[in-house]
């Protein structure tokens, strides 16, 4: 998957006209790749355009301007024959098994449901010997097809969500924040879960997570997104060892350290909590509301991305004009 410059404009209409007097910039200018077999972990806060960047690479709204390509195809028109081809490609996991699941149907009968809408299998045994399969591929049993959803655990829910998404054998699985409705441990399970998968079935992942910790061991590449935008993106390890862009300093800040003196000793950068609304984001680097690092440029000149020496790309003007803190880097200065 190939997306390069991805826009999402919502406008905001009011009147009896129904002008257009606003417009959310939901996601701009966000350009990444997902290589075949690979995780790409999408992190941000609430409301920084990572569920919307979802649905616009699974087809389920259009993109204001932008390309997407997927297997080499253009992807930007998902009606028709070629649209079935992608959708068949592409599946998505959603946050809330809860809500994903039809509480009336059986879990046998969720999992056949996308089979029957493609008529990808041809008879009754034919599709049960699939859902069988399937369910055993998510950790569960061939019993569990008789299930309601209001008789299984979250964790298990999520495994039948899984388990539907990958009933067409997609190249490439979309998971909207698949844990976050989880408790802790069955959170583990199922990022356990994922990474299994991807290396069994070599499937592309797109893990997206406000939480860097979830991401970390299952991703082989991070971006991490602001209002919007795509702040900072390189190789996991890089981006966890070597972060920098502020807010990401941040975000790997908040992840809690087991050991309280090391915990209590750690030096913070402090930001402040509120974040600016995308309907009216801030002029030039839409984190210099929040950022200690805040220099004039900031407020008047957005950062361009700048590929870094250890091969991440970060939009940040200290690192663009060559620019260290005290010395060190962003990460060496805070921690
Ligand atoms: Fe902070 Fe300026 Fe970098 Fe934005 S560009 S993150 S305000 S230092």
Redesign the pocket.
């Known amino acids: 998957m190939e997306a390069t410059g991805l826009s999402k404009y919502f406008p905001i209409r009011r009147g009896l006209m129904r002008r257009e007097v606003a417009r959310v910039r939901a996601v701009e200018h966000a350009s990444f790749t997902i290589d075949a077999g690979r995780t790409l972990g999408l992190v941000g806060e609430s409301g920084s355009g990572k569920s919307t960047l979802a649905r616009l690479v699974t087809g389920l709204i259009k993109p204001t301007s932008g390309t997407l390509q997927i297997a080499g195809q253009d992807a930007n028109d998902w009606r028709g024959r070629r649209g079935r081809q992608l959708r068949r490609n592409v599946q998505m996991v959603f946050q809330d098994p809860y809500s994903s699941l039809d509480p009336m149907s059986t879990v046998g009968a969720s999992i056949v449901e996308p089979l029957r809408s493609h008529r990808a299998t041809s008879s009754f045994d034919e599709r049960r010997l699939r859902v069988e399969q399937l369910l055993k591929m998510v950790g569960l049993r061939p019993e569990h097809r008789h299930s309601y959803p209001s008789e299984m655990s979250g964790g298990q829910l999520q495994r039948v969500a899984v388990a539907r998404a990958l009933a067409l054998s997609p190249q490439i699985l979309v998971l909207d924040e698949p844990v976050s409705a989880l408790d802790v441990s069955t959170q583990a399970e199922v990022i356990n879960l994922l990474s299994d998968l991807q290396q069994q079935q070599r499937i592309s992942l797109l893990l997206i997570a406000h939480d860097l910790a979830v991401v970390r061991h299952v991703s082989h590449n991070i971006a991490v997104m602001y209002l919007g935008q795509i702040?900072e993106s390189g190789p996991a390890e890089e981006v966890y060892t070597s972060p920098k862009?502020?807010?990401t300093v941040t975000l790997l800040q908040a992840i809690p350290v087991p050991d309280p003196a090391k915990q209590r000793a750690r030096r913070r950068i402090g930001v402040r909590a509120d974040i600016p609304s995308p309907t009216n984001p801030p002029s030039?680097?839409?984190?210099?509301t929040r950022?200690?690092?805040?220099?004039d440029?900031?407020?008047t000149e957005s950062?361009d991305p700048y590929l870094t020496p250890v091969g991440t790309v970060v939009?940040?003007?200290?690192?663009?004009r060559g620019i260290e803190l005290r010395g060190r880097s962003v990460f060496e200065a805070v921690d």
């Open positions: 702040v862009h502020p807010y030039g680097c839409r984190f210099h950022c200690p690092f805040v220099m440029v900031c407020r950062p939009r940040c003007h200290l690192h663009e």
